[in-house]
């Protein structure tokens, strides 16, 4: 697989930054939207009577399946900058990455699986992104291309994905990348679904940004503003 840089890139260029190690995160769906619908006028206040407003539910994702183990080929379909992001590790800028696993097991409603996860913006020696890119080219990222490096090429790309599942305190399943390694010979003609998202969340461009998830929007707005 080749990866090569570009030589223009926004924000998600910003790997160059020597930003050290850093710990890298899963990310999950919050389950939530960004923006809250306009407030309801006096007269659509009062006319439901059928009592919806006291019914509770499990939300949105109470039919979340995690994404199965094991190793799977996955093709990378989005890159979102969410520009600097408050942890505990302190603020950095992070990368969202997602893939789709390809073939084999779907969802209970015929979607296909995706994984994501987060990454600090930087192609410094020791963090994850670049160990990430090395493992998945099964070839070092040369100095000279950690200098400039567009994550926005990997989109598009195929692999093979390890995947892992962690339960949660609260005792749910989630499913963790636990590697990205070159893609097996043949995956590049397996079909995929998922259409590719690149966006940059420090753009605002509102057309791009209603295209992504829910969960992904939640995220770009709790970025850190300059």
């Known amino acids: 697989m080749s990866m090569h840089a570009k030589t223009e890139s ?4 910003a790997a160059m930054e020597v930003l050290g190690a850093e710990k890298e995160t899963e990310t999950y769906p919050p389950g939530a939207m960004d923006f809250p619908p306009p407030p309801a006028t006096p007269s659509q206040t009062h006319q ?13 994702d109470a039919q979340f399946q995690p994404a199965p183990t094991g190793a799977h080929p996955a093709r990378l379909y989005g ?15 992070k990368v969202l990455l997602m893939w789709e696993i390809l073939g084999g097991e779907r969802k209970a409603n015929g979607e296909p699986f995706t994984v994501s996860k987060t990454y600090t913006m930087s192609m410094h020696k020791k963090a994850s992104l670049r160990a990430m890119v090395d493992s998945w ?23 093979l994905l390890q995947v892992s599942h962690r339960q949660s305190q609260a005792g749910r399943t989630y499913a963790n990348i636990a590697g990205v390694f070159p893609a097996q010979p043949g995956t590049e003609i397996i079909p ?17 940004y209603e295209k992504l998830p829910g969960w992904v929007q939640r995220m770009c707005h709790d970025r850190i503003r300059p």
């Open 10 to 13: 926004p924000s998600l260029a």
């Open 192 to 208: 995929h679904d998922m259409q590719d998202i690149v966006y940059d969340a420090n753009s605002e461009i509102l057309s791009e």
């Open 79 to 93: 890159a979102v900058s969410l520009g600097v992001q408050e942890s505990p590790y302190g603020n950095a800028h």
């Open 137 to 159: 080219r099964g070839a070092p990222v040369t100095d000279m291309e950690a200098k400039r490096f567009d994550v926005r090429s990997l989109v598009g790309q195929r692999s």
């Open 48 to 60: 439901d009577t059928s009592g919806a407003g006291f019914i509770a539910s499990m939300g949105e």
